[in-house]
């Protein structure tokens, strides 16, 4: 039966033929596997994710985690999940071998992923933090402190979460307040409480450990001042045994929109409620340097950013596929020139409207799982680098990336979810049927790991600077390298060549002068529109890559594919032009606003 998860077909052409994913078999880092044991593991995710994820998504959702003030209860089909993705070693699947990992591909580790994600988003949530946390630690944290905690993590004993948010403080991580004062025997005594923490209490596993933002006292201010620590839900024995309960506790759960089977959760730390040793606070342990906190937890939240990204194009992936099968299978009304009443009724997706909301749809979301794909790819560059000038590139681009891999799957995705409903008609809305709950469920993303504002400040304010503008001068290259090629080939793609010459073009033109003009509040007031622009520039680019790996190639997969870049490009592209002309008026709508006119 064909799967209504994701395209497997899709895949392919995105990994093998477009990526070109087995030529990494080449490389030293990637020499044990091949494009045979790449698709095995695609096989296995798919099964894996049909037949323990997808059957309890409905349930989860309906039946949330509770919490009666000592105990967290789940639904026992989320752990039996969780046991079967940790008995078919797939927590550490692209991390290295010596720490026990199996070192695929990221690309092909995200591409498995995302079988999980579109079958039941939540309970996937558990592993995709469990997998981040366990791949900071390898390489920030001490031997002793990876075989205590990874590899529990790695075998599904352990499970990992990130603590960054507070109350008060929200994204600004600069005014955490949760303190952690060094002990005698090297340990820090934690203190503080910290908000919106996904699968941070449960029963699931023998451990939870939480990565811990915190300020050791005397420290700088501000983000400079931060550290990061391991706090276990239990401490550990030097033997590996589970000792006493840290001084951890629920303050509450959260309670969602979407993802509800995932638990989130208020933590307070040393709140006197556990204290292991009978002394305050819970027992922390120092991650690499003191104050280096953010720089080790960038790493984390990077990756979770692009699994946010990731997330979204499958819950909008997978809400594409099943409003497709609906207009197939949904007979309603007659074409528009249809004059006998008495004729049998067509297939909704016979209707010039329907088709529209399923290309778009089609156009959104492999648009996306293409960048995502490449975006692992980068990574995979980085870890198999043959020289320093690949390494800095590789490294350029996926910064200059990840906003986008970020927010761009998260509000585009979403909208497909959307279309999804519409396509459903009255029947969308209603629980009966998947879409619904799949708009819940991605609608979170724009806010998970930064929401779009933070995230076209992050692009805009640093990315595109950085190092004298050198990731947004590498973007243009290989932008310029698949305009060269698609010119190169000519007939259908000289179209789409010539738009992103002019739009790439006059991005770069419009990003000087806003620079040139000094004037960095309008600038910065207006990042989320420079975010969306640049973001569909980039998504038009994934397109005439797309096109390049289809040209010459027949069949109704390419035609396909050669029609949803048609509408990319003549629908999606054009929007950019307003958005630029804004831009560079250097607009301050926003920025005159005051309080008292709303």
């Given amino acids: 039966m064909k799967s209504d998860l994701l395209s497997r077909r ?11 994913i087995d030529e990494l078999t080449k490389r030293e880092r990637f020499a044990d596997h091949s494009a045979e044991t790449f698709s095995d593991v695609l096989d296995l995710c798919e099964e894996l994710a049909t037949h323990y994820f997808a059957p309890h998504n409905k349930r989860s959702d309906a039946n949330e985690p509770t919490f ?17 993705f940790a008995a078919a070693d797939l927590i550490g699947l692209s991390m290295d071998q010596r720490f026990g990992g199996s070192q695929l591909p990221m690309a092909v580790a995200q591409a498995g992923f995302a079988y999980f994600a579109a079958a039941n988003v939540a309970t996937s949530g558990y592993v995709m933090l469990t997998t981040a946390n366990a791949n900071l630690l390898t390489k920030f944290g001490t031997a002793e402190q990876i075989a205590t905690f990874v590899t529990p993590m790695l075998s599904g004993r352990f499970s990992g979460t990130m603590a960054l948010s507070e109350t008060q403080a ?4 600069a005014d955490i307040l949760t303190r952690a004062e060094p002990q005698e025997d090297g340990s ?13 209490e449960h029963e699931m596993t023998d451990n939870i450990v939480n990565l811990v933002l915190a300020k050791i006292p005397g420290g700088p201010a501000g983000t400079k001042g931060i550290s990061l620590f391991i706090v276990p839900k239990f401490l550990v024995g030097d033997d590996g045994s589970i000792g006493e309960r840290n001084d951890v506790a629920l303050a509450g759960l959260n309670h969602k929109m979407g993802q509800r089977g995932i ?12 204290r292991p040793g009978g002394q305050p606070g819970a027992v922390g342990y120092l991650i690499g ?16 950013r692009l699994g946010v990204g990731m997330g979204a194009v499958a819950l909008g992936y997978t809400g594409y596929l099943k409003s497709l099968e609906y207009a197939r299978s949904r007979p309603q009304g007659r074409p528009a020139t249809a004059k006998d009443p008495s004729t049998p009724q067509v297939p909704i997706i016979e209707h010039p409207d329907v088709k529209r909301m399923l290309l778009a749809q089609k156009a959104y979301v492999e648009g996306a799982l293409a960048l995502e794909l490449y975006c692992g790819r980068l990574v995979d560059w980085q870890h198999s680098a043959e020289s320093d000038d690949e390494l800095q590139r590789s490294t350029d681009l996926l910064d200059i990336l990840t906003p986008v891999g970020k927010s761009w799957p998260s509000q585009w995705c979403l909208e497909a979810n959307s279309l999804a409903i519409q396509v459903h008609g009255g029947y969308g809305y209603t629980r009966e049927y998947d879409v619904e709950q799949l708009y819940r469920d991605n ?29 947004l001068a590498e973007l243009g290259r290989v932008i310029a390298t698949t305009i060269a090629e698609a010119n190169a080939a000519g007939g259908e793609l000289t179209e789409p060549a010539a738009a992103l010459t002019a739009a790439w073009s006059r991005l770069v033109s419009v990003t000087a002068g806003m620079f040139a003009s000094g004037d960095i509040d309008a600038a910065l007031a207006n990042s989320v529109v420079y975010l969306e622009a640049f973001g569909h520039l980039v998504i038009a680019w994934i397109w005439l890559e797309q096109l390049c790996a289809a040209h010459g190639k027949t069949g109704d997969f390419y035609d396909g594919k050669r029609q949803a870049a048609q509408y990319f490009f003549r629908y999606e592209l054009p929007k950019t032009g307003p958005q630029l002309d804004l831009l560079e008026r250097l ?7 005051r309080d008292a006119w709303f």
């Avoid at 340097?289 to 979770?304: D, K, L, S, V």
């Avoid at 805009?460 to 050198?470: E, H, N, P």
């Fill in 10 to 20: 899709d895949l392919d052409f995105l990994l093998f033929e477009w990526l070109g």
């Fill in 170 to 173: 929200g994204s600004s991580l």
């Fill in 587 to 593: 607009d301050h709508t926003t920025l005159e606003m």
């Fill in 68 to 84: 009666d003030g000592s105990t967290v209860t789940v639904i026992p089909e989320v752990k039996e999940a969780l046991d079967a």
């Fill in 443 to 471: 609608r979170l993303n724009p806010i998970h790991e930064g929401t779009h504002g933070i995230q076209s400040l992050d692009l805009l304010g640093r990315k595109v600077i950085q190092r004298g503008g050198a990731s």
């Fill in 289 to 304: 340097e003191p104050h280096r906190g953010i720089t080790y937890m960038f790493h984390m939240m990077n990756e979770a």
């Fill in 263 to 274: 638990t989130n959760t208020v933590l307070n730390f040393g709140d006197g409620t556990h």
């Fill in 188 to 200: 820090y005594r934690l203190f503080g409480s910290k908000m919106w923490i996904s699968g941070a």
